[in-house]
């Protein structure tokens, strides 16, 4: 037996296989109206940090701790009380990368709630 010609371009007369029926889809991103919320929560933190860098430089000012000496040293009898407030501005600091990407797409409650609030 002799065989046809092979194509030199796609055709679809010569695809022996089977039809591909399935269409691909564009998943809809829909923004729930309420969801303003959920970003005011992010943008929130910009005053917060703005707040608690103007606490550490009063507690700077009151406490005689220099620059660039992060932390009060330990002979210095304020000590407790400037690294409280250091340290509370450092874990803001230390949260914003995972959180501020994290807090739009969690829905914060679970998936199957009436309302969920989130654009995944």
Known sequence: PTRAPR?????PQHDTAQPHTEQATMAALSIPADYGYVLAT???TVPLNLFQMYQVVQARIKYKIA???LYAPDDNKNAKAFNCVQRAHQVSLVSYPCC???TPCNPGVPQN???PTSIL
Not at 7 to 11: E, V
């Open 100 to 102: 501020w990407p994290a």
């Open 113 to 115: 709630q009436q309302h």
């Open 67 to 69: 620059y660039p000496a």
């Open 42 to 44: 992010v943008f929130a």
């Open 7 to 11: 194509p030199t371009h796609y055709s």
